[in-house]
């Protein structure tokens, strides 16, 4: 069963899987700090998205970012193009929908098939503030935890 969605493997959307990610930097020296300019693209499979077709989603990322670094303080900031499609399928008459064909003497359930495309724009703004004296930093979560 799948901690996710609580279904056996088989009928799960949930899988193990292994993204790809390629990129490259360069790094600008800019009085006492840096300044990098990032290019990157990334394949990430996702698990599958219609529970009739079972087709998955592989998302291919497209990513540009850019930066300020000091001894202490990182900033960064990066914009994603996503773009990706899946089969998918949809049952079309409401009798179906409600699941009310048995009652009704209906024939198996029609339905429609077709392709979805996802496109995306994604902004990650990301701060780190390294702590430089750990000391102080162990004594205050020593007083706020107890020890």
Do not use: C
């Amino acid at each position: 069963m799948s901690a996710l969605d609580g279904l056996p493997p088989e009928l799960s959307a949930a899988r193990d899987t292994v993204s790809l990610n390629v990129g490259m930097e360069k790094l600008f020296p800019v009085k006492g700090a840096y300044v990098p300019l990032r290019l990157g693209v990334t394949y990430e499979p996702q698990g599958g998205r219609d529970p009739l077709l079972r087709d998955g989603l592989a998302f291919h990322v497209l990513a540009a970012g850019t930066g300020y670094n000091t001894n202490s303080v990182k900033l960064d900031v990066a914009l994603e193009y996503r773009w990706g499609s899946f089969q998918t399928s949809q049952d079309l008459s409401v009798v179906y929908q409600v699941d009310g064909a048995e009652e009704f003497g209906l024939p198996p359930r029609p339905g429609a098939q077709g392709t979805i495309r996802l496109r995306q724009w994604r902004v990650k703004v990301s701060v780190i503030y390294r702590v430089t004296n750990t000391e102080k930093l162990g004594d205050f979560l020593k007083k706020v935890f107890g020890s």
